[in-house]
């Protein structure tokens, strides 16, 4: 298990494993942040909707015959919709009270959602195929790179970019950022506040279906699979600061890379080096390292 | 005891098939059997509800309404956690007057409800754990191990692959007590048979990405990539292993222990080729396919594992040895089981040594080609049958105690 | 900066609620005497190590106003300690105890110093960081077994003299113990460090201005609130003679959560009942699987959305007396 003064193949191929997972973080994180940026809700159903990102895309192939490259577009829809309806039915209810609410409530609705498809589908994975389109892979010399896990860096980046760049850089997004600040002045200004901020939500939501379709065809698409993966996801995005888009697109590709590390030098710890990063961090800054203190 | 007629409607209404007297009046007239495992987990195919038919089947073939035996059967969901499982184990034999316990997949879980059914002297007839410690340091007077366990395994499907070349390995380990002692044992058979263990990695019960351990085994340039976990830790190796070319690459996957729901959950065309040891397979003779479609019928088309025969098996072996030593007192009934010989159409005939481990033949099997296959779960070529005296753990090797003592 | 403004339930004078709260203790104490005698003891004793556990954490929350997510750490670190020194050391079931106890509150001193700095949501989320590093520790160090857990601890003889391994004799320990921590906690919330503790939560920057040490008396706190959840802990790795993973995963400070949520935060009682509730349900209905899953999310959703005050916390408001 300790592998010391490893060959630097092996160190680059764990390396680039470690980005591929990066990828799944940031795609993830991205969500959480976009979602806490705005509502100042923790959205602990994230690990949930992610896991139903997936099972609509199984049962898209499996029921309708549809297949993977149209599921990339419709299950965030999907999904992004019983967002929608959650925040409008639910959290929007919860504003005005002690944020902690809207955090325990997410905790309660992720409960309900993953044993209702553990009860549908057991726990045991559904397959999903690779894409023919993107089966086989190349070999790097250091590695052998299985071309889904390249496209899905490429995807992941192309996602965390584009939202970035609409955020901070176009009209949208300053509405978005400017009624995060002030929403009864925004709300004066003529924009309807509520309802931007029910399509964030679901927009986010949306993010972390993504991430379960473009996950389906790699991991098991299981009940389970958001459960742990929500917890790191946290991590990160406390660790990028909670409401900044960039912070966690660059935390969430950065630890995947810390963590790659780790498994290569000092494997026990791997799953922890996250959690001692964000503990650091949270002392010296709390506000995460490219977020501002509200 | 409105709570205790509402346990009881819950336990014996949803699941039980004989009569159905509540719990508060249960006396030794009535045999009641518990069927114990995982009913919602990574082990939910290869036992959970299936189990429970296999019991049910076992308890009609025995015949138990005509000789007057009552018997009664509940399970419970133990969910792959030992305090779970043993909480279970507990109210069942304080409370619910359960006389024995089957099936118990999921090594730590058996572990605990062994030392259970020892404190409390009654039954733990195991035939879904593999950890051979079942009959080794934690042997018990109150145990019976069926099936398999980590050293059939490896002795059988071991030295098969390092007969044919495959003589250096390097293991994926599940971290608990199942992966380690199936770890030991097949290492210990490799290097018996004269091949090298080039190097190991653990991975946590569950996990869903494997691509960092493959990449260390890749990078062993082992022949052989041993698979010492279950379930949809196994299968999910296989699925990424193929994602990265370990198969074009020269090295083959070993399969410590698959069993018949993970091929096919597979599918022939991942899994074929793949060579593992089985003790029960539905299409070996004409009584085990007959067997199998009265199971089918009940289960909604499955067909059976060896883990949900074995609870068959041990069933079957259980009542005769209460019918022979009239008493359903756990630890005499145990010793009668010991002192009669098992015959039963799935396992054939076989018999149960001192340190509680049940002796049957084991077989090698194959998995086909999608090409070869001709029907539904058609999917085993068998390789070789491993005679029931050679294919177990010989007893002065276990460690256990209470055969040392003698 | 806006302090916690969970909802608590009416909380009277000091003198005007004490009555009923007697008799609500009473009530207690002849709840787990008798019930023995009608329900299985084990199941009990079960009810009471959580209901011990989720009074320690609402200690935190209801009258500290903080919000943990990792209390589980504190209820895994007593039942490992405990279950090791039992089994490996040898320690007789007092000594298991207070070691373990121990060994909760020097981690609640240690990681109270790191996250008590933090408010609000940054609280919960270091406590949660926290407890995850405690769990993946735990999944690798040795002594703990892993997967499959510290097992066969023995309960040994109570002063080497009582031997506990029969129901009986360990009921009457737990019961002795529980007893004697709600009454502890009774006295700590109405004693002037509980008065400026709730002071602290309802308004810090007022306590600050008065010269209260904020910081010292919130860690005082959540250093109790880890005791006590140690003490839980302990009972119950040797109720259940078995210490595992499951105490120390974050769905355990989840489900604690959900007890004091259900039962009422900040009340006396409302934790016992809420712990009792959410493991009756999870015995009962434990036959159907993912159900008891739904179920709890089901809970934790209508407590929030409509039932914030809990159980107790309704009672409470109803007969305009706090609980």
């Given at each position: 298990m300790e592998i010391f003064g490893i060959p630097t193949q092996a160190l680059f191929g764990q390396l680039l494993i470690g980005l591929i997972n990066g990828s799944f973080y940031a795609l993830l994180s991205l969500g959480l942040a976009v979602i806490f940026g705005l509502l100042n809700i923790i959205n602990f159903t994230h690990g949930a909707q992610y896991m139903m990102g997936a099972f609509v895309a199984y049962l898209l192939l499996n029921k309708l015959e549809i297949g993977y490259w149209w599921s990339l577009a419709l299950a965030p829809v999907v999904v992004g919709i019983t967002g929608v309806i959650i925040e409008r039915l639910m959290l929007s209810k919860l504003y005005k009270l002690d944020h902690l609410y809207g955090l325990l409530l997410t905790f309660g609705l992720g409960l309900i959602i993953q044993g209702l498809f553990r009860n549908e589908f057991g726990s045991s994975g559904q397959p999903y195929p690779i894409p023919e389109q993107l089966q086989g892979g190349q070999n790097l010399g250091f590695m052998f790179l299985p071309n889904y896990r390249a496209w899905v860096i490429g995807v992941s980046l192309v996602v965390c970019l584009g939202t970035w760049y609409v955020m901070e850089r176009t009209k949208l997004g300053s509405y978005l950022r400017a009624a995060t600040e002030n929403p009864s002045l925004v709300q004066a200004f003529g924009v309807n506040v509520p309802r931007m901020i029910t399509l964030t939500y679901g927009f986010g939501v949306g993010l972390a279906a993504l991430g379960g379709v473009m996950a389906a065809p790699i991991y098991q698409?299981?009940?389970?699979?958001g459960a742990d993966l929500i917890i790191v996801v946290f991590a990160v995005v406390v660790i990028g600061g909670m409401g900044s888009i960039l912070g966690s697109i660059l935390t969430g590709f950065g630890l995947g890379l810390v963590e790659g590390l780790t498994k290569v030098f000092y494997p026990e710890a791997s799953n922890t080096v996250i959690f001692v990063i964000m503990a650091i961090v949270l002392l010296i800054k709390p506000a995460g390292l490219f977020g501002t203190q509200k | 005891m409105m709570k205790r007629t509402l346990l009881s409607t819950l336990v014996s209404g949803a699941?039980?098939?004989?009569?159905?007297?509540a719990h508060a009046q249960v006396s030794d007239g009535v045999i009641k059997i518990g069927v114990m495992n995982d009913m919602s987990g990574l082990y939910a195919d290869i036992s959970g509800m299936g189990s429970v038919i296999a019991a049910k089947l076992a308890v009609e073939d025995f015949g138990a309404e005509k000789k007057g035996m009552k018997v009664e059967i509940v399970s419970a969901d133990h969910q792959n956690k030992p305090d779970i499982g043993s909480s279970i184990a507990r109210k069942w034999f304080d409370?619910?007057?359960?006389?024995a316990i089957f099936d118990v997949p999921t090594s730590s879980v058996a572990l605990a409800v062994n030392d259970v059914a020892r404190e409390k002297g009654k039954a733990h007839i195991n035939s879904g754990a593999a950890t051979s410690d079942l009959t080794g340091k934690n042997c018990s007077p109150n145990t019976i191990h069926f099936t398999y366990d980590t050293w059939m395994l490896a002795n059988g499907t071991g030295s098969a692959i390092v007969k044919t070349g495959g003589d250096t390995w390097f293991f994926l380990t599940s971290d608990y007590a199942f992966g380690h002692a199936l770890e030991r044992d097949t290492e210990a058979v490799v290097l018996k048979s004269g091949g090298k263990v080039l190097g190991k990695v653990r991975h946590p019960l569950n996990s869903q990405d494997f691509s960092s351990f493959l990449l260390q085994a890749q990078a062993s340039k082992a022949k052989i990539i041993g698979l010492a976990n279950a379930g949809g830790d196994t299968q999910n190796a296989i699925k990424q292993a193929s994602e990265f070319g370990i198969g074009k690459g020269g090295q083959n996957l070993a399969g410590l222990l698959v069993f018949l729901p993970d091929v096919h959950s597979l599918g022939l065309a991942k899994a074929q080729g793949l060579i593992f040891t089985e003790t029960f397979y539905w299409d070996m003779n004409d009584q085990t396919r007959a067997w199998t479609k009265r199971f089918a019928a009940q289960s909604g088309g499955k067909y059976p594992s060896m883990v949900q025969a074995g609870v068959y098996g041990s069933v079957i072996h259980y009542l005769k040895a209460i019918e022979a030593a009239k008493t359903d007192d756990g630890t005499k009934v145990v010793a009668k089981m010991k002192e009669l010989p098992t015959d039963d159409v799935l396992f054939g005939k076989g018999s149960i040594r001192a340190d509680g481990r049940a002796l049957h033949p084991a077989y090698l099997v194959e998995v086909k080609k999608p090409s070869e296959s001709k029907g539904p779960y058609d999917y085993y070529k068998i390789r070789a049958t491993i005679p029931a005296d050679q294919a177990?753990?010989?007893?002065?090797?276990?460690?256990?105690p209470m055969v040392a003592k003698k | 900066m806006s302090t916690s403004s969970i909802s608590v339930a009416a909380t009277g004078g000091a003198s005007a609620g004490l009555g009923h709260q007697k008799i609500a203790f009473l009530v207690l104490i002849a709840f787990f005497a008798i019930g023995p005698a009608v329900l299985y003891p084990v199941f009990l004793m079960k009810v009471m190590c959580f209901a011990l556990f989720a009074c320690a954490f609402n200690l935190l929350i209801g009258f500290g106003g903080l919000l943990s997510f990792g209390h589980a750490m504190f209820l895994g670190t007593s039942g490992y300690a405990a279950a090791h020194a039992a089994k490996v050391w040898g320690f007789t079931p007092e000594l298991a105890l207070l070691f373990a106890t121990a060994c909760a509150a020097l981690l609640g001193w240690v990681t109270g110093l790191l996250a008590i700095r933090r408010q609000g949501i940054y609280f919960a989320m270091i406590t949660l960081a926290l407890s995850q590093m405690v769990y993946f520790f735990y999944l690798q160090a040795p002594f703990t077994g892993g997967e499959d857990g510290i097992q066969a601890v023995p309960r040994g003889k109570l002063f080497g003299l009582i031997d506990l391994s029969g129901n009986f004799a360990m009921y009457c320990v737990v019961f002795t113990i529980f007893i004697a921590a709600v009454l502890m906690i009774w006295r700590i919330v109405h004693s002037p460090f509980g008065q400026v503790l709730k002071a602290i939560r309802e308004n810090e920057p007022r306590a600050l201005s008065l010269g209260y040490d904020t910081d010292r008396y919130k860690l005082v706190a959540y250093i109790l609130s880890a005791t006590l959840a140690g003490l839980a802990g302990a009972m119950k790795a040797l109720v259940f003679q078995l210490a595992s993973l499951t105490d120390v995963h974050w769905s355990m400070s989840g489900e604690v959560v959900l007890m004091t949520l259900l039962g009422g935060?900040?009340?006396?009682f409302g934790p016992i009942v809420g712990a009792a509730i959410i493991i009756s349900m999870q015995n009962y209905l434990a036959q159907l699987g993912a159900w008891v899953t739904v179920t709890q999310g089901l809970i934790f959703v209508v407590c929030v959305m409509a039932?914030?005050?809990?159980v107790v916390g309704e009672i409470a408001n109803l007969i305009k007396k706090p609980l």
């Open positions: 698409v299981s009940p389970q699979m | 699941l039980a098939l004989t009569a159905t007297a409370t619910d007057k359960v006389d177990f753990r010989p007893m002065d090797q276990g460690g256990c | 935060l900040g009340t006396l039932f914030r005050r809990g």
